[in-house]
């Protein structure tokens, strides 16, 4: 089993960027595929971006490609998401997830563990 922890959340103007981390423990990170999710009241968590065990593939939801940029450093057993040019749109609760499955990247249910979450909210 791995345990997930998110940080790096905030409140933010339009514009502005944020880099969240998730540091895992139990397990080694370089176990999983890591994703990146969000979810906004009243929505359905959706995908954001996955990157693999090595870091060689990744892949982002169309909504953030070019903005948002997911990266791993398993040394420290933490994967990051950076997220630029932030828009209202993209305030959320954002959570990181391990997977061992690289099939249905997309799907929340692809993903076993999860962090519990860090608050991302943009200002217009």
């Known amino acids: 089993q791995v345990q997930l922890v998110e940080s790096g959340g905030g409140l933010v103007q339009a514009g502005e960027s944020l880099r969240l981390s998730c540091v895992a423990s139990?397990?080694?990170?370089?176990?999983?595929?890591m994703g990146w999710f969000r979810q906004a009241p009243g929505q359905v968590r959706e995908f954001v971006a996955r990157?693999?065990?090595?870091?060689?593939?990744?892949y982002y939801a169309d909504s953030v490609k070019g903005r948002f940029t997911i990266s791993r450093d398993n040394a420290k057993n933490t994967v990051y998401l950076q997220m630029n040019s932030l828009k209202p749109e993209d305030t959320a609760v954002y959570y990181c997830?391990?997977?061992?499955?690289?099939?249905?990247?997309?799907?929340?249910?692809?993903?076993?563990?999860w962090g519990q979450g860090t608050q991302v909210t943009v200002s217009s």
């Open positions: 139990g397990r080694t990170l370089s176990s999983y595929a």
């Open positions: 997830a391990a997977s061992q499955s690289g099939y249905n990247y997309e799907s929340p249910l692809q993903y076993a563990y």
């Open positions: 990157i693999s065990r090595t870091a060689g593939r990744t």
